[in-house]
């Protein structure tokens, strides 16, 4: 297994490339299933997860080449009709090949994906959006087996206790693209990557309106064509170094990202202190000034998202004050902050509110990564702790961020890999 070692206090300067969207990769690549055209992606990032959506697909019948960001996929014919556990339990979001191969060849066996650090994650809502368009799915010895005669377009609610679930709209989005007659899912979720994915099989041919509202309208179409389509930059890749310069008081540049994307985020870097400039495709950050404490409140898009969660928590523990974090998405979703306060961070969590009373500094420790984001909440803090810190297990954080240390090392960090 491998760590980063962080010699903290180094300020950051320059620029930094952001890369092509994770979570509208995985469910693109996925729906790449539905035709047997060819599909050409740019800006795919080389992220672990990606590459395990790429092991399942050519598992699944799909000729696949993938080189310098750009992905070749080319599903002449489905084989398989199976995600086994071994890919599924790497990563959730195989469940995205569930709604595309119930509309390709109408049956699907799809590992269940089981419970993950951050609490847990059922997919009710996906099986049932996708029952609603006439499939039929048992949940049998660890597998969701699907099949259907016809999926037919329907009405369908998917909203759970926690409000709309972004993956179950884009599984009902994939599987209802060719199936026949109108769907409406109301209320749908409307991140960037359920537009981006919309977008896609839009491009593809499909016929899909509504992206980017809580009504998503789909004309089921069974003809599509070649694509070729570059997707949406990352915006938690940009938000976590937009963090990083906050956090060592640094003045950088994020390129090829999109600032529109980052509205909450930015907001709320600006709100504590920070001054923020939005380009085009580029943000400067200038963390150099006092910062001050803030509430943060984490709810869907356009709020504040769960995914930047961490990395603001290990930003606000060294800001003067006290400030909250509201988690209102994942139910477990603090395993940063035990961490943190191994570091010297003064963190009370009270359900799912935790309070950080902001400290001086931090010390450098050996902390372990428990997930994806909190992954990065721990090299953040690494970055600005007195001394040396270790974070072990980081094959958490290469499932979602491409090259992080190499790009931290060329603003300044002080940041290797090692094995452990
Ligand atoms: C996606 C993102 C993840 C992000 C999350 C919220 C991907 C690959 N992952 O995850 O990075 O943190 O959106 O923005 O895109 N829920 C149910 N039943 C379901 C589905 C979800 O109860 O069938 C609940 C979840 O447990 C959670 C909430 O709904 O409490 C939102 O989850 P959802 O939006 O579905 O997140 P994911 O698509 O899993």
Redesign the pocket.
Known sequence: MQQFVIEGGKKLSGEVKIAGA???A??IIAASLLTDKKVVLENIPDLI?VRTMIELIQHLGADVIFNHHVLKIHTSKIKKIDAPYDIVRK???SY?VLGALLARVKKAKVSLPGGCA????????????LRTLGASIEIKDGFINAHTRKLLGHEVN?E???????????NVMIAAAQAKGETIISPA?C?P?VIDVANFLNATGFDITGQGTHRITIKGKSSATDVKYSIIPDR?EAGTFAAAAAITRSSITIQDCCPDHLTSILDKLEEIGVMVERGEDNIVVHGTRRLHATNIFVT??PGF???MQAQFMALLSIVPGTSTVKET???N?FMQALELMRMGADITIEGDTAVINGVNKLSGAYLMASD??ASAALVLAGLVAKGKTVVRRIYHLDR?YEKFETKLRRLGAKIKRQSE
């Open positions: 994770k979570n509208s995985l469910p997860d990563m959730r979001a995205y951050i609490g847990p994650r059922p997919i009710d809502l996906h099986i049932k959006g998917i759970g206790p926690k409000g709309t679930s972004v993956g179950a709209t884009i979720a991140e990557e938690i869907t898009y998202p769960t995914d998405i994942f139910e979703r994806l984001r979602g």
